[in-house]
């Protein structure tokens, strides 16, 4: 295995030894920048069949790097004399680099190793990446996600179609649409607080109906828009205000013929209603009469 140091400021290569990493504490000068780095920090190892890959040129893989002295006063820069410089051989078109060190670290007798002196650029190998598919899975989540967003509109507007009707009266055309597709109708509105008696008045049985009460109401319908016709709520009292009988009128029997129950009552429009009442033996004094929609 070989290894190889990199400059971190212009990514220059160069292949060292454990001699080289051991001199100054693996602090060494990039003979091609000048940046002064510790060469332990982006130390790789390689197959020793690759290291040509650092040769841009035949002529480098037969050029050999030597180690050089140097002393303390050629060394250029801000650097002091103790880092290990890495330096580019001009001579080379390629980052080719030499590896120099203080001469006082390194004995005389002893010669450079020829194989640590390879310090050549590290070639940018080209790197593709697959665009990555989206799954198909995700796209059918998203169309089923898309299909339960609309099956839930369609239920809130099923739901609450007398609301939007009312809210948003241009939208009534499209609700009877959907309505047709659904064979459903659109109720009319029921809010009874909305609804008012203006008048009432209840006549005992007379000689000719005796036993019958008549009773007459003005209910005026207070909202903005149409409501459907209302129940009454008849309850007959005593003298002391306890009921004695009670009874709800259906709006089939007490409008008349000729107006149809499931009509509406117009905004602010009032309907008269006459009521009768067989009570037989019961001697009712008093009423309550309240509206409501069952």
Not at 79 to 89: A, E
Not at 193 to 205: A, C, F, K, T, V
Not at 269 to 276: C, Q, W
């Amino acid at each position: 295995m070989a290894l190889v140091t990199r400059c971190p400021n212009c990514a220059t290569a160069f292949l060292v030894t454990q001699q080289h990493l051991q001199m100054q504490g693996g602090n060494v000068r990039c003979g091609h920048c000048s940046q002064v780095f510790n060469s332990f920090t982006a130390l790789t190892t390689i197959q020793e069949s690759k290291t040509n890959v650092f040769l841009k040129t035949p002529s480098v893989g037969t050029q050999k790097n030597t180690l050089e002295a140097t002393t303390a006063n050629d060394l250029s820069g801000p650097v002091s004399s103790d880092k290990t410089v890495l330096q580019p051989n001009s001579g080379i078109t390629a980052k080719v680099g030499t590896l120099k060190a203080p001469a006082t670290e390194m004995p005389a007798e002893e010669e450079p190793n020829p194989e640590a002196s390879d310090v050549t650029n590290a070639s940018q190998e080209n790197y593709t990446f697959d665009a990555v598919l989206l799954p198909r899975s995700s796209r059918i989540w998203g169309l089923v996600s898309i299909f339960l967003l609309v099956v839930l509109t369609g239920q809130i507007v099923y739901l609450y179609r007398t609301e939007l009707s009312i809210i948003a009266p241009g939208t009534k055309p499209y609700l009877e649409q959907y309505c047709e597709i659904l064979n459903c109708t659109i109720p009319l509105p029921k809010q009874a607080e909305l609804l008012s008696i203006e008048s009432s008045d209840m006549q005992m049985g007379t000689a000719q109906r005796p036993g019958v009460i008549t009773l007459t109401a003005t209910v005026r319908n207070q909202a903005p828009f149409p409501q459907a016709f209302p129940s009454f709520e008849l309850t007959l009292t005593d003298t002391q205000d306890q009921a004695l009988a009670s009874r709800i009128f259906t709006p089939v029997e007490y409008l008349e013929e000729n107006i149809n129950p499931f009509k509406a009552i117009a905004p602010s429009n009032e309907i008269s209603v006459t009521l009768y009442i067989d009570s037989g033996d019961i001697n009712a004094t008093g009423y309550r009469l309240l509206l409501l929609y069952p």
